[in-house]
C-alpha cells in the first residue's frame, strides 16, 4: 500500500542544479519522516538528508551539506531534495525513503527506513 516514487534524475554538467521529487502514496509525510540517499556504483547506499515529520526539522550529510536542500509538501504528500553545485563525487541512484516518525527524529541510517522507493538516476558529466 505504501508507495514511494522518485523523479527527476538527469544528466548535466558539474556545477549544475537539480530537484529530484518524491511522491508518497499510503502514509502521510505528516507522519512519516523522509530520508533521501544515494547509491553509487560499487559503494554502499549512504544517507544524504532527512526530514521529520513531527517538526519538519531537517538533517544532512556533512558531504552536501551547504549544498543540498530537502523540503515537503504536506500537501502534495511530496518531499523534495534539491541539489546545488553538483560535484563529481555526486552521481548515483537516489533514493527516497519512509518510516514512522512521531516518536523520534529523523535519520540517515538506512536500517532505519521501512519504504524505499526504486531510485532516480543522477549523472555528472562534462
Known amino acids: 500500500q505504501v508507495q514511494l516514487v522518485e523523479s527527476g534524475g538527469d544528466l548535466v554538467q558539474p556545477g549544475a542544479t537539480l530537484r529530484l521529487s518524491c511522491v508518497v502514496s499510503?502514509?502521510?509525510?505528516?507522519?512519516?519522516?523522509i530520508g533521501w540517499f544515494r547509491q553509487a556504483p560499487g559503494k554502499e547506499r549512504e544517507g544524504v538528508s532527512c526530514?521529520?515529520?513531527?517538526?519538519?526539522?531537517?538533517y544532512y550529510a556533512d558531504s552536501v551539506k551547504g549544498r543540498f536542500t530537502l523540503s515537503r509538501d504536506t500537501a502534495k504528500n511530496t518531499a523534495y531534495l534539491q541539489l546545488d553545485s553538483l560535484k563529481p563525487e555526486d552521481p548515483a541512484e537516489y533514493y527516497c525513503?519512509?518510516?514512522?516518525?512521531?516518536?523520534?527524529?529523523?535519520?540517515?541510517?538506512?536500517?532505519?527506513?521501512?519504504?524505499w522507493g526504486q531510485g532516480t538516476q543522477v549523472t555528472v558529466s562534462s
Open positions: 525513503a519512509a518510516v514512522w516518525g512521531v516518536i523520534r527524529s529523523c535519520t540517515l541510517l538506512t536500517d532505519k527506513y521501512d519504504f
Open positions: 499510503g502514509v502521510s509525510l505528516d507522519y512519516y519522516n
Open positions: 526530514i521529520s515529520s513531527s517538526d519538519g526539522n531537517t
